[in-house]
């Protein structure tokens, strides 16, 4: 079966072929970052990133059909993220999406966006262990899931201000380091000093399990100002590598604690961040002690792109045969269905 998807949530534009059945591969995949449009604001304007996905989305669905070797009449399901996201680029995806449908009557599979960052793993390691811990981590979204099974996750926590990746966004534009801030610090960041820069692990008031960042965003600005420290001090890399340290064991640490009292048999860490070098490597430590198998996706996969998206919605097609993939009536929603334990597809 050939699976066309679509992501168009935040500031990637992106269409992926997947093949899937007897034999599992993407064909092709075409991501257009916005990234250099976005980079003189420190973040994503929602309304340019809207208009670029409405720009390119036609020229990159053809260019990952002739990659593929195929043409439109070829394709057997579209997959499209639903949400959450920023709610124009979703709905320049779902509009694209729909055209499609109905010109080749293909059924239209939406998927969730977090969802899809977990199954980015399984593109390159089929055969992922249920029970399962899931944290996606990204510029939009710091969730953690335990998934029972594929279609059942529930939510062990979530962040309650920034994401992480958001943190790490504005503290490369606090210090001047330029955007998207995520790999602008790994490349700067020396080996930290938690003497000379100490950073709290974060405690929730009110006994919430639940992820927050803000406080340690507040305390690397208070920091840099103590020691003014600047973009080209000679103190940065060691002050970027406690900061990064710190919040890498801060998401250790949380998802050890969810593992430790929920019989999983496996860890996935997703999404953007999870690119990140010091995040895998306290990652793999921590999981090699408790004897759990640890996955992340390729480093393509972790940040947006679509075979995540084309991938999942061949999943949920196969599990869900029953679902009406013919509706055209389907909206696209900015924020996270997943608000509290339950079933969510
Ligand atoms: O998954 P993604 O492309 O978009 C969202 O769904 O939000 O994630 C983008 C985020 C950005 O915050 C970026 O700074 C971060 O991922 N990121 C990284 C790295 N590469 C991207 N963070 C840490 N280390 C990296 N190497
Ligand atoms: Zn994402």
Same mark, same amino acid.
């Given at each position: 079966?050939?699976?066309?998807?679509?992501?168009?949530?935040?500031?990637?534009?992106?269409? !992926?072929?997947?093949?899937?059945?007897?034999? /599992?591969?993407?064909?092709?995949?075409?991501?257009?970052?916005?990234?250099?449009?976005?980079?003189?604001?420190?973040?994503?304007?929602?309304?340019?990133?809207?208009? /670029?996905?409405?720009?390119?989305?036609?020229?990159? !669905?053809?260019? *990952?059909?002739?990659? @593929?070797?195929?043409?439109?009449?070829?394709?057997?399901? #579209?997959?499209?993220?639903?949400?959450?996201?920023?709610?124009?680029?979703?709905?320049?995806?779902?509009?694209?999406?729909?055209?499609?449908?109905?010109?080749?009557? #293909?059924?239209?599979?939406?998927?969730?966006?977090?969802?899809?960052?977990?199954?980015?793993?399984?593109?390159?390691?089929?055969?992922?262990?249920? $029970?399962?811990?899931?944290?996606?981590?990204?510029?939009?979204?710091?969730?953690?899931?335990?998934?029972?099974?594929?279609? &059942?996750?529930?939510?062990?926590?979530?962040?309650?201000?920034?994401?992480?990746?958001?943190?790490?966004?504005? *503290?490369?534009?606090?210090?001047?380091?330029?955007? $998207?801030?995520?790999?602008?610090?790994?490349?700067? !960041?020396?080996?930290?000093?938690?003497?000379?820069?100490?950073? &709290?692990?974060?405690?929730?008031?009110?006994?919430? /399990?639940?992820?927050?960042?803000?406080?340690?965003?507040? *305390?690397?600005?208070?920091? !840099?100002?103590?020691?003014?420290?600047?973009?080209?001090?000679?103190?940065? $890399?060691?002050?970027?590598?406690?900061?990064?340290?710190?919040?890498?064991?801060?998401?250790?640490?949380?998802?050890?604690?969810? @593992?430790?009292?929920?019989?999983?048999?496996?860890?996935?860490?997703?999404? %953007?961040?999870?690119?990140?070098?010091?995040?895998?490597?306290?990652?793999?430590?921590?999981?090699?002690?408790? %004897?759990?198998?640890?996955?992340?996706?390729?480093?393509?996969?972790?940040?947006? /792109?679509?075979?995540?998206?084309?991938?999942?919605?061949?999943?949920?097609?196969?599990?869900? $045969?029953? #679902?009406?993939?013919?509706?055209?009536?389907?909206?696209?929603?900015?924020? &996270?269905?997943?608000?509290?334990?339950?079933?969510?597809?």
């Amino acid at each position: 079966m050939i699976v066309l998807g679509i992501e168009t949530s935040c500031d990637e534009t992106a269409v !992926a072929i997947a093949e899937r059945g007897e034999r /599992n591969l993407i064909r092709a995949e075409e991501v257009k970052s916005q990234i250099p449009l976005h980079a003189r604001f420190g973040g994503v304007v929602p309304e340019i990133a809207s208009r /670029n996905h409405c720009e390119v989305i036609d020229d990159l !669905a053809e260019t *990952a059909l002739a990659r @593929a070797g195929l043409g439109p009449g070829q394709v057997d399901l #579209l997959a499209l993220t639903q949400g959450p996201g920023l709610l124009g680029s979703l709905l320049v995806g779902l509009s694209f999406a729909k055209g499609v449908a109905l010109r080749h009557r #293909l059924p239209l599979v939406a998927v969730d966006h977090i969802m899809a960052h977990v199954e980015a793993a399984f593109i390159d390691h089929p055969t992922i262990a249920f $029970p399962l811990l899931a944290l996606v981590v990204s510029g939009g979204h710091t969730t953690l899931l335990h998934l029972p099974e594929r279609f &059942a996750p529930q939510v062990v926590a979530k962040t309650r201000d920034d994401a992480a990746g958001e943190i790490l966004d504005k *503290a490369a534009k606090f210090l001047g380091l330029g955007y $998207p801030g995520g790999p602008i610090l790994e490349r700067l !960041a020396a080996p930290g000093d938690p003497r000379r820069f100490p950073f &709290a692990v974060p405690k929730m008031s009110d006994g919430s /399990n639940d992820f927050s960042f803000s406080g340690t965003k507040s *305390a690397l600005l208070r920091l !840099a100002q103590q020691h003014g420290i600047t973009a080209t001090s000679p103190e940065l $890399p060691t002050l970027i590598g406690s900061f990064l340290e710190a919040v890498a064991d801060y998401l250790v640490q949380k998802t050890m604690a969810a @593992a430790d009292s929920s019989q999983v048999r496996s860890i996935v860490v997703a999404g %953007g961040v999870s690119r990140n070098r010091i995040l895998r490597e306290r990652f793999q430590r921590a999981t090699k002690q408790r %004897g759990l198998d640890l996955f992340f996706p390729a480093p393509d996969h972790c940040t947006d /792109n679509a075979s995540m998206v084309a991938w999942l919605g061949y999943e949920k097609y196969r599990a869900f $045969p029953k #679902l009406n993939y013919a509706d055209l009536y389907l909206n696209s929603y900015s924020r &996270a269905l997943f608000r509290g334990p339950g079933r969510h597809r």
